[in-house]
């Protein structure tokens, strides 16, 4: 499990049970026309923005937040490379088919297996790219349907918020019934601006995270597979793939591969 997100949850929610209890309305936070809704109504907002195709993949989604994929680190990634590097040089590229079964990341174990199998270099290049495109593509994909989300919540909040207004006016004469319409109206807009900030737009914020990560390791992957395919040596072939990271990861890389 991610930490991060199981602190930034629990930090998240105490504060807010701290602050509510002080004040004495925890009490009256469970307001299920409220919580209909904002989720229902901001649920088919964002059926009808998104098709089924993209919306099948939330479910994972959040598996993916909480649960996030361990990939390999970008000097392990580059170690790899550069080591099929000085394989190919020394007996030739088939001779690297001896270490596909382990390989770091499986987009690199494919994309080796075509350049054992003598797949064209042109075709090669093109695969992967349109992998990398169609897996960015995927990406965006889920992160817009969240900052979706987290733009259509606070608006069913401000929705809520009128209809509690117009309850209690039409309830003026009713300080009873005028409480409950209140209720309505203030925890809507709690539990809008609530689920916008707090839940859907980290989840598309951490997915962008974990999205730009992925395709900066398979761009890497690609770049370092064309450059062994080439019959680079493996000092330009470092040189090539350490143009992709920042000065601090650089380092970080070279002090992995002493």
Request: net charge positive; charged share 15%; glycine share 8%.
């Amino acid at each position: 499990m991610d930490l991060m997100t199981l602190f930034g949850g629990v930090i998240g929610i105490g504060v807010i049970v701290f602050v509510l209890s002080a004040g004495g309305m925890l009490r009256f936070l469970l307001n299920w026309e409220a919580i209909v809704l904002i989720f229902g109504g901001t649920l088919g907002s964002v059926m009808i923005a998104y098709p089924w195709a993209a919306l099948k993949w939330t479910k994972s989604s959040f598996k993916l937040v909480l649960f996030p994929p361990k990939r390999p680190p970008i000097a392990e990634l580059i170690k790899a490379l550069v080591s099929l590097a000085e394989i190919s040089r020394k007996n030739g590229v088939e001779s690297i088919s001896g270490e596909l079964r382990r390989l770091p990341h499986p987009f690199m174990t494919d994309a080796c297996q075509m350049m054992v199998d003598g797949v064209d270099i042109h075709i090669l290049r093109e695969r992967m790219e349109n992998d990398i495109n169609t897996t960015r593509l995927r990406h965006q994909q889920q992160t817009n349907v969240f900052n979706s989300a987290g733009t259509f919540a606070p608006i069913f909040g401000l929705l809520g918020t009128l209809i509690g207004v117009v309850q209690v006016l039409r309830n003026i004469q009713n300080p009873q019934m005028m409480g409950s319409s209140m209720a309505i109206a203030m925890t809507a807009s709690f539990y809008g601006i609530f689920s916008a900030n707090f839940l859907f737009l980290p989840i598309a914020s951490k997915l962008g995270f974990y999205s730009d990560e992925d395709i900066l390791s398979r761009e890497i992957i690609a770049k370092g597979v064309l450059s062994v395919y080439e019959g680079d040596v493996p000092w330009l072939v470092s040189k090539k793939l350490e143009g992709y990271l920042s000065l601090a990861l650089r380092r970080k890389a070279k002090a992995t591969a002493k």
